[in-house]
């Protein structure tokens, strides 16, 4: 029973949005919308402490370097220091000629003139205005009627276009937004946008930004693209505005709502990167221009190096980017569930350059993103055997088969829980080598002698028992066969070869050779595992492997002894 302080009654779901065609649940995103950060601005005013002037300056760079072309530098008219620092990218020529600057100010004529002033010199820019618009703000916050708000906005755009008109060296662009639009009734908001468009009169070929955020996210993102489309389709002269949309994550849906809103229409997307912004943060650019990006859509933004990105966001904000962030957190590629890691290997090993991506597991190649392969598959308690062998292979060019899996997978899981967290690939490579790779103790090959008759071979191989020499000699169809079969002469064991896999360990034709047998002795099976510079003396050697770890070899020797008796 839910507690009586808990009481969901208290809230009232969004009223659906009527009288419009819902068409955007059959579209797709096909190209990347206008990008515009606001780091700068909304970003900033939502940290514990502000960035100063060299954090925005490191900011601003790598904004500019990413591709974004219109960036959101303050709210010079309330802020000395964005003032301040509004006037050093003008006065020290930091703006490139493709990247328009964008302040925000509020409906207010001294703040408009203000903001003017802090522009002069500036070749392009967006002045962004708005007053809030919700029943909430009308009703309970400024006692005001639809009619009185609307006022605040036409008069608020006058001023814009009657200050802009001063400094006719700039190109301006003028932008609107009814604050909390998505708390505002949608046929309200469109006759508030009509009002302003009629004040600026915008045209197809210059044309007005009407910017429609979820200052707070109140509802799912279909309701948000409901509002949208009906927004687009109600607009009177809708090729004459930019549609932008300024998506909170109050709900946990920013970027969801951003990406509905662009197949309902909008042709702009307002954001930070990584997500920084009052409260649960902004539209997080990086993961909506990479969700683009994985549906085989140009985002227009050089993302390739994410480290950098955190880094400089990190540094500048003083906020931690999650482990598990998406597309570029430290664990988002890294598999420690065993059949992850099997379907990523088995992946991997068949994708081909010249096809299009298809890694189970990996919607993106990390590759693209500079984080090669090194993290995609760790290993740790909850790992099986396709984690291990992945690293053995990717490290150690060790390309063990399934049967040997089968037999190191308990070995590395009994490790990882006494250890009680992750497993490098050396400490797999070395637990590999101390329980399979045993052909120097006690018994050792130091030589054979190969003599082909037809089909079958002679074998005459040299064995070393803790240092004593043994030669033994026997006949089969290829030298493991003639190896075995002299050992079970000499011993009078049973041995058989129940399975065997060999591979060179990389290109070339001075590559070592990497042998692997599983054996039937006296009915215990045993693997063995053994490296050599050819692969007939590492698969003798991988006998000698097996024959050791079963406690077998030595009776090379008491058949000796028992002879010479």
């Known amino acids: 029973m839910a507690s009586a302080n808990f009481n969901h009654r208290k809230y009232q779901p969004v009223e659906p949005v009527t009288g419009f065609t819902r068409t955007w649940p059959d579209r797709q995103v096909t190209e990347a919308p206008i990008w515009a950060s606001v780091d700068l601005r909304d970003g900033n005013q939502a940290l514990l402490e502000p960035m100063n002037v060299a954090q925005k300056q490191r900011l601003w760079h790598l904004l500019v370097k990413l591709g974004i072309k219109e960036i959101e530098i303050g709210f010079p008219s309330a802020s000395q220091p964005d003032y301040d620092f509004t006037r050093w990218l003008i006065e020290e020529n930091q703006i490139p000629d493709d990247v328009r600057v964008q302040v925000l100010v509020q409906a207010r004529e001294e703040l408009i003139a203000r903001t003017y002033e802090a522009l002069k010199g500036v070749k392009q820019a967006v002045v962004h205005v708005y007053n809030s618009t919700s029943r909430i703000q009308r009703e309970r916050v400024f006692g005001m009627s639809q009619d009185e708000i609307k006022q605040i906005a036409v008069r608020g755009a006058r001023w814009v276009k009657e200050y802009a008109s001063k400094y006719p060296e700039t190109d301006w662009t003028f932008q609107y937004s009814p604050e909390s639009f998505t708390s505002t009734e949608v046929d309200y908001a469109v006759d508030l946008c009509e009002a302003v468009m009629d004040e600026w009169q915008p045209t197809p070929q210059k044309r007005c930004i009407l910017n429609l955020p979820t200052t707070v996210e109140v509802g799912p993102p279909n309701h948000f693209a409901d509002q ?202 070395d637990l590999l080598v101390q329980h399979f790779v045993q052909d120097k103790v006690p018994v050792s090959l130091d030589g054979y002698r190969i003599e082909r008759s037809g089909d079958a071979e002679t074998l005459a191989a040299d064995i070393s028992v803790d240092g004593e020499q043994v030669c033994i000699e026997g006949k089969g169809k290829g030298a493991m066969a003639a190896f075995i079969s002299a050992w079970q002469t000499r011993t009078g064991l049973s041995i058989h070869v129940v399975d065997y896999a060999e591979h060179a360990m990389g290109e070339g034709s001075d590559v070592a050779a990497a042998a692997y047998v599983q054996l039937n002795v006296e009915g215990q099976r045993v693997c063995g595992m053994a490296v050599d510079a050819d692969t007939v003396s590492a698969s003798l050697k991988a006998v000698v492997s097996g024959l050791n770890s079963c406690g077998q070899a030595t009776r090379i020797a008491t058949a000796k002894q028992t002879q010479q008796a």
């Open 228 to 429: 949208v489309e009906y927004f687009c389709q109600h607009l009177s002269r809708r090729d004459s505005a930019i549609i932008s949309v300024h998506t909170h994550n109050d709900r946990g849906g920013a970027v969801a709502s951003a990406e509905l809103a662009l197949v309902a229409g909008a042709d702009r997307v307002e954001g930070t990167l990584l997500g920084n912004g009052e409260r649960t943060g902004n539209m997080d650019i990086v993961t909506l221009a990479l969700n683009l990006y994985s549906q085989g859509v140009d985002p227009q933004l050089d993302l390739s190096n994410p480290d950098e990105i955190i880094q400089v966001c990190t540094e500048c904000t003083g906020l931690p980017i999650h482990p598990r962030h998406p597309w570029i957190g430290e664990l988002v590629y890294t598999a420690f569930s065993g059949s992850h890691q099997d379907a990523i290997r088995k992946s991997l090993k068949q994708q081909q350059d010249d096809e299009p991506w298809q890694v189970a597991y990996l919607p993106i190649d990390p590759a693209d993103l500079g984080r090669g392969y090194q993290a995609v598959i760790r290993v740790n308690s909850q790992s099986g055997k396709g984690g291990m062998t992945f690293l053995l292979e990717r490290d150690f060019g060790i390309s063990i088969p399934r049967w040997l899996q089968l037999e190191l997978a308990p070995i590395v899981q009994k490790k990882t829980e006494e250890q009680g967290g992750e497993l490098d690939s050396q400490v797999i490579h």
